[in-house]
């Protein structure tokens, strides 16, 4: 966590957000995934296994979405989350509806029921 953005740790609600986003980006590379980072106007990062890049391109704008790719030759794309910033436990907006994504958020997920 100590890679997302200065401004981000310095408020309550936005280190619960980089916890929870920890828990994404964790819970994702765990599992063999590649990381890209979309900043809502451009891909900051494709396909990325490195967390200290992966956390620092996150918070560059009001929104993030990470985009999850199996490495190999047909790289199998398990879907994205979109994130959105400031809104504190609700951090995740939507998400791709499929069985690889959720099981990259359950991490996430429980930590959330666990800290209302």
């Known amino acids: 966590m ?3 953005p200065q ?3 310095d408020r309550p609600h936005m280190k619960r ?3 929870i986003i920890s828990r994404i980006i964790t819970s994702a590379l765990k599992q063999g995934y590649l990381v890209s980072v979309f900043d ?3 891909y900051a990062l494709r396909k990325s296994g490195d967390r ?3 956390e620092a391109e996150c ?3 009001d929104e993030t ?6 490495p190999g030759f047909y790289g199998l794309d398990a879907g994205a989350v979109w994130l959105v910033h400031g809104n ?5 907006a939507d998400y791709s509806d499929s069985r690889e994504i959720d099981d990259i958020l359950q991490p996430a997920m429980d930590w959330i029921e666990a800290h209302p």
């Open 88 to 92: 504190d436990l609700d951090v995740i």
């Open 7 to 9: 401004h981000t740790l």
């Open 40 to 42: 809502g106007e451009d």
């Open 65 to 70: 979405t990470l985009r999850f790719t199996k």
């Open 17 to 19: 957000e980089c916890q």
């Open 59 to 61: 918070f560059a704008t």
């Open 2 to 4: 100590k890679h997302f």
């Open 52 to 54: 200290a890049k992966i």
